[in-house]
C-alpha cells in the first residue's frame, strides 16, 4: 500500500480501462451518425474488437518471445494514443474505423505484459494486495470514460474533444510506465515487507 509503483500501474490500468469502456460505449452512436442502418452498426462495431483480439493475443506472444515487458506495455498504449488522435479528427468512416481498431489493438495488445510488472517489485502478499489495488483503480476507468464522453458529448457537440482527452491520459500513462524504472535503485526497507526492487 505504501508503493509508488502500485499506484503508478494503477493510474497505467486507469487509462486502458478509460479506453476499453469509452469506445465501447459511444462506437456504435459514432457509427451510426454516418447514417448506417442499426444492423451495420452493430456489425461494423465488431471490427475493432476483433483488432483487439488480435493485439491481446500477438503482444503477449510476442513479449514472451522477447522476454520482455516495459516496452510491450507502453508501445501498444502509444499506438492507442495514436488511433484515438487520428479517430477524433477523421472525417471519413473508413479512416475512423482503422484509427478505432488501432485504438483497440493497442489497448487490449498491452495488458498482458502489463500483468507481469507488478511481479517486478512485489512478492508474496504484498503482491495479492497489490494487484488488488491496481485493478481497484484502473476499475475507476470503467464510470471515469463514458462520463467524461458524455459531458464533452454535451458540450460541444461532438465526440472528438473526448477521444482527444483519452489520447492525452494515454501519453501520460507511456510515461507513467517509463518512470518505474527510476525506482530500481530503491532498497527492500525503502519499499516495505513483502518487496523487491524494480527489474
Given at each position: 500500500m505504501?508503493?509508488p509503483?502500485?499506484?503508478?500501474l ?5 487509462s486502458v ?9 459511444f462506437l456504435p ?7 448506417l442502418?442499426?444492423?451495420q452498426?452493430?456489425?461494423?462495431s465488431a471490427v ?5 483480439s488480435?493485439?491481446?493475443l500477438w ?10 515487458r ?5 508501445i501498444?498504449?502509444?499506438l ?7 479517430a ?5 468512416l473508413?479512416?475512423?474505423f482503422?484509427?478505432f481498431?488501432l485504438?483497440?489493438?493497442g489497448?487490449y495488445?498491452c495488458?498482458?505484459?502489463f500483468w507481469?510488472?507488478p511481479s517486478?517489485?512485489?512478492t508474496g ?7 488488488a489495488?491496481?485493478n481497484s483503480?484502473?476499475a475507476?476507468?470503467g464510470?471515469?470514460g463514458p462520463w467524461?464522453?458524455?459531458?464533452v458529448?454535451?458540450?460541444?457537440g461532438s465526440?472528438s474533444g ?6 492525452i491520459?494515454?501519453?501520460l500513462?507511456?510515461?507513467?510506465v517509463?518512470?518505474l ?7 527492500e526497507?525503502?519499499w516495505?515487507?513483502?518487496?523487491k526492487?524494480?527489474r
Amino acid at each position: 500500500m505504501l508503493s509508488p509503483a502500485v499506484y503508478i500501474l494503477g493510474f497505467v490500468m486507469c487509462s486502458v480501462v478509460l479506453n476499453v469502456y469509452s469506445v465501447g460505449f459511444f462506437l456504435p452512436q459514432i457509427v451510426k451518425a454516418f447514417g448506417l442502418t442499426y444492423t451495420q452498426t452493430g456489425l461494423l462495431s465488431a471490427v475493432p474488437f476483433i483488432a483487439g483480439s488480435v493485439g491481446i493475443l500477438w503482444m503477449a506472444r510476442r513479449s514472451d518471445a522477447k522476454g520482455e515487458r516495459r516496452w510491450h506495455t507502453a508501445i501498444p498504449l502509444f499506438l492507442a494514443a495514436i488511433g484515438l488522435v487520428i479517430a477524433a479528427l477523421a472525417q471519413n468512416l473508413e479512416v475512423k474505423f482503422l484509427a478505432f481498431s488501432l485504438v483497440a489493438f493497442g489497448a487490449y495488445g498491452c495488458v498482458s505484459a502489463f500483468w507481469t510488472l507488478p511481479s517486478t517489485f512485489l512478492t508474496g502478499a504484498a503482491m495479492a494486495s497489490g494487484i488488488a489495488v491496481i485493478n481497484s483503480i484502473g476499475a475507476l476507468g470503467g464510470f471515469a470514460g463514458p462520463w467524461l464522453m458524455g459531458i464533452v458529448k454535451d458540450a460541444t457537440g461532438s465526440f472528438s474533444g473526448g477521444l482527444l482527452c483519452l489520447a492525452i491520459v494515454d501519453v501520460l500513462a507511456v510515461a507513467a510506465v517509463f518512470a518505474l524504472p527510476s525506482m530500481r535503485h530503491a532498497s527492500e526497507d525503502a519499499w516495505g515487507s513483502g518487496t523487491k526492487r524494480v527489474r
